[in-house]
């Protein structure tokens, strides 16, 4: 007999509105206060229960065991299909399988490798940009950084010379699908209010450069290994049949959108953390000096870099930019000894599962040395899930780290950043996790 999972502990709660107003005043804490409960939780957006997921063995129960039980959250399909269409993270079922098996060959080492030399050229000439004792925006810089990589590994396009407006198009419609996730009241989408008519202008200027760019390249075809060429050239092993135009601008749009804010966030928070911890900023540039020397690192060198990597994983640990995954289940099912019935919403919770006392000691250090060769097999399997579990989980898991791992070891090498006095810096859960505002930093040059 299987216990009804509605009945799981859950958080004090007001009639009608259930746990919305703490789910949106502090929600960091409002998922450590539900993970005190333990494995499971269960809390309340409105009249709707939402299951709280806090442990390794339960994400990996819905995110790979039952994965074909559940689909992707409403909310994510409503307020990002007018931007990412039927892309891989909005779309479901056959259709996705079908796209990720074609998108999936861009993503493969031969492919990442090229697209390196973009990060490190761009990455080395953000840091040139930065003088002796300069106070930058690091959140904004990092903002900026993996967007132009993003641009031009997808399209071939310099976000600086095809003029910011593709940037600012693209800003325009993340802040609204941040600012959506965060509101109580949703006013429909197709109403022509100010911010609406914002987004679909933004859109639309979007749309319009990414039509051009397919459709150019369609009937120029050129030499360039970039995304675009990737996936122009991709067909289905079954029947040979290549994307449509709608297929790859929804595709392009949704990597242009998956690939930066993530990437940022997380290198935004690694400096955070080494400016706490200046001693660990030190170890990398001493890995970097007797390895590469002052010499740009390049990809070929990560290999020799592993400190480096074991600082960005473990600030993936600490501030997963996906601090939330939603699903809801499609069809009943079981889950451990729960009856799961056809329309219960999930949010697994990396935040909590990675501060877990039981799956990492001390969880609330921040200490790259858990994830070097001795200590990283000891972490519980599907504890540490910064790109989630199974078939949704990340396809731009290598790439990422790669990214992470290139831009960490340049800036590093060259110098160190100080946190400016007298800012308060707090996280700001939205879709991803951010930074609220700036994070000021001073330039100390090596
Ligand atoms: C540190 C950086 C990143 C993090 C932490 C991250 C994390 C994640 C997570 C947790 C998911 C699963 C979301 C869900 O199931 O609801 C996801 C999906 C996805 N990510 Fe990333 N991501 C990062 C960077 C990237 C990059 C660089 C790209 C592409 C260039 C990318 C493309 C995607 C796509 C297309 C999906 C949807 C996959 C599918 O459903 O088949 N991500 N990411």
Known sequence: MSNDIRALPS??????????LSFRQDRLKFLRDLGSHGDLGV???GSYPVVFINSAEYAHGILVQHAQSVEKSLMLRKYMRPLLGNGLLTSENSFHRRQRKL???AFQHRHIANYANTISAYTDETQARWHQGQRIDIAQEMMRLTLRVMSQTLFSTDINTEADALGRALTTVLNYSNSVANTLIHIPYHWPIPQHKRVHAAIAQLDTTIQRLIHERRTQPTSTNDLLSVLLQAHDDDDGSFMTDTQVRD???TLFLAGHETTANALTWTWYLLAHHPHIATKIKDEVDSTVGTRLPTMDDLSKLPYTLQVFKESLRLYPPVYMIARKASQAFELGSYHVPEGMAFVVSPYTIHRRADYF?????FNPDRFDT???ASIPKNAYIPFSLGPRNCIG?????MEGHLMLAIIAQRMRLLLAP??????DPSITLRPKGAIHMIVERF
Do not use: C, K, T, W
Not at 11 to 20: A, D, M, S, V
């Open 11 to 20: 958080l004090p709660q007001f009639p009608f509105l259930g746990n919305i």
């Open 43 to 45: 809390f309340y957006l």
């Open 103 to 105: 998108v999936a060959p």
């Open 251 to 253: 595709e392009l749009m």
């Open 361 to 365: 000691d001390h969880p609330e250090d």
């Open 374 to 376: 001795s200590h990283e």
């Open 397 to 401: 898991n290598h790439f990422a780290m």
């Open 422 to 427: 007298n800012q308060r810096i707090v996280p």
